[in-house]
């Protein structure tokens, strides 16, 4: 059994290493295959470290192959980001589990209810009922977990993780993917929970904690070594850079999800930029969410046009298998990769590789060559290592 799982360790912590050890003694997998965000995250933010900085943890910690979604998708909404995930999984050809940590750990019931939000999409009936709840002033988010709670119980559709696992079973479903799921039920506080709970916190209350006094903690001890010698950030360390864009332009209804509503409140309140968490907090309303915003300003900061999106998930999200590390059981699997995946497994920039990676790998570099005033490799010039891994 080869698990898969849709990540961003953002960063690693126990509760992640966890759900590897869940894996490898408990579902008895013989390696485990990660896709993992790179550089910006779901939540449309700077992650708090870089993507190798990430994947070097994870590797030591268990992980013996870490891919990464590209850009497009992991900045993208809780949908596509799943199904992206799940789709770079079922390329390699060798993930056949995909493995995830929720509130629910009933396997039957998240595959029934797969089933069920499969067939009210195809029947068109959930549209109509998204677009009466629109109608009355909601958000999108809400507006579709109104539209679902007839039919899909409260405690799937009103959680993070619920939602994220409903979402990587439909597109399994939906696609007749050759893929079993497995469940490992949620440990610790709360997905966004930002207050500190012992060994099991959440990544948000360990970002909280690293912002708030440069100490990492509730993370391997052989995470935790990796992160102290490397920088982190967090997502206003963005703000000067995105100040600029915002100034250079005003077309943002361009951008993916960026409504023509929600470019007028950008260009009505451009005079009050502070910073990245300030502006979400002014541009925020009740019918768009602080995610939904930061979003949005993180696919302007990369040029992410909507045109772009509709192009590259119109050719079935993944073109390459970008490889950030892997370790001694995971090059066991490479040769198979290379044979079974449908798509190319590259380890290094080639023309292949979309250049919205390649600028947001240019924008973190430059956030960390400010930050620390020392000059780092690009995309092209790092090397690739896999010493000790």
């Known amino acids: 059994m080869v698990v898969g799982i849709v990540c961003e360790y953002n960063p690693f912590h126990n509760g992640h290493k966890l759900q590897i050890d869940y894996a490898k003694n408990i579902l008895k997998a013989d390696a485990v295959v990660v896709a993992m965000s790179g550089n910006f995250t779901q939540r449309g933010e700077l992650a708090c470290f870089d993507k190798y900085t990430r994947a070097e943890a994870a590797l030591k910690c268990g992980v013996d192959i870490v891919l990464e979604i590209p850009t497009i998708f992991a900045t993208a909404s809780a949908r596509e980001f799943a199904a992206a995930g799940v789709e770079l999984l079922a390329s390699t050809g060798v993930v056949d589990t995909v493995l995830f940590g929720a509130e629910c750990d009933d396997v039957d019931l998240f595959k029934g209810c797969a089933t069920k939000l499969v067939e009210l999409e195809n029947s068109g009936k959930l549209d109509e009922d998204i677009k009466i709840s629109l109608g009355a002033g909601l958000s999108y988010a809400l507006a579709r977990s109104k539209a679902l ?22 597109y399994i479903k939906e696609y007749n993917l050759p893929m079993d799921i497995a469940i490992i039920k949620r440990q610790g506080n709360d997905y966004n929970e930002t207050a500190l ?16 006094t440069d100490m990492i903690c509730a993370v391997p001890d052989i995470a935790k070594a990796i992160y ?28 993916l999800d960026c409504t023509l509503d929600l470019a007028d409140r950008i260009r009505n309140n451009l005079k009050d930029y502070v910073n990245f968490s300030q502006f979400c907090d002014l541009l925020k309303t009740k019918n768009i969410a602080y995610s939904r915003i930061s979003r949005v300003l993180c696919h302007i900061l990369l040029n992410i046009a909507q045109k772009d999106f509709e192009n590259s998930k119109s050719q079935g999200y993944i073109s390459y298998l970008r490889m950030l590390g892997f370790s001694k059981k995971g090059a066991e699997y490479l040769g198979a990769i290379k044979e079974k995946g449908k798509a190319p497994l590259i380890t290094a920039p080639t023309e292949i590789i979309d250049s919205h990676d390649i600028f947001a790998a240019d924008v973190y570099r430059a956030v960390i060559t400010s930050k620390t005033g020392k000059a780092r490799d690009n995309e092209y010039t790092r090397k690739f290592n896999l010493t000790n891994l």
Do not use: M, V, W
């Open 228 to 255: 102290e010698n490397n920088t982190h950030f967090n997502c206003d360390d963005i703000s000067q850079l995105l100040h600029y864009k915002l100034l250079s332009e005003n077309d943002y209804e361009k951008y």
């Open 197 to 212: 709970s012992g060994d099991l916190s959440s990544a948000s209350a360990i970002r909280a904690h690293l912002n708030e």
């Open 149 to 170: 709670e007839a039919y899909i119980p409260a405690d799937i559709i009103n959680s993070p993780n619920n939602i994220l696992g409903l979402e990587y079973c439909r």
